[in-house]
């Protein structure tokens, strides 16, 4: 009798053995760590781009381990937002992620096959929406404007034109621009050398015998030719 009892629990433990995990076995079983799990998300050095678009596309972050989050998982969803220049990401242990935002600058509204686009200082043609005021900007009109402007904006910038002055950019084919200013005063730039002829037409403007001229013409290299 003794025998088959010993032979019955035998064969109990066998069957118990290979119908159940070891995970099955665990009569404490482990709670879920909670404490490296993205939180929180904390966006700074944005002005133009809104935070909720931010965080729209990083909803998917919530709940993931930290300590694994890599960049690209940040970048990747944020790429197709205006305005958007780079990005630095920190990690603040133990659940949250610092992401500080580099915003391109907007320049000048851009005519484009008859409709009209804002102008970055990446080049980017981005389309208007309500919130963006088209009478803050200057005008640009040309073709392919859109690929030498932030070239000679540049310029213009790095030798102390006067920007806030400047009320349309004409783009011409030949690679040269001009500028006509809020009181309609048109400046006439030169295809090469444009970093002197901006240089001189900086200086020109701040003499009072040239506040009368309407057209200030520098595309002939040392010469001045008004009207």
Known sequence: MKKLY??????????FLTTYTPSQLNI???????????????IVNNNI?????IEKRLSDIYGKNIFFLKRENIEEPLKKIDFLEKIEVKKKYPNTIIIKIYETKPLAILFKNNKKYLLDSSSKLINLNENININDFPNIFGEEAEYNFVNFYDKLEINNFPMQRVKNYYFFQIGRWDIQLLN??????PSNKTKEAIKQSVDLLNRKDFKNYNIIDLRAYGKIVVE
Do not use: G
């Open 184 to 189: 309609d005063q048109i400046i006439k730039f």
């Open 28 to 42: 404490f079983p482990k709670k879920e760590n909670f404490f490296l799990k993205v939180k929180s998300i904390e």
């Open 49 to 53: 781009i809104e935070k909720r678009n």
């Open 6 to 15: 010993r032979i019955f629990l035998l064969l109990a433990l066998f069957v």
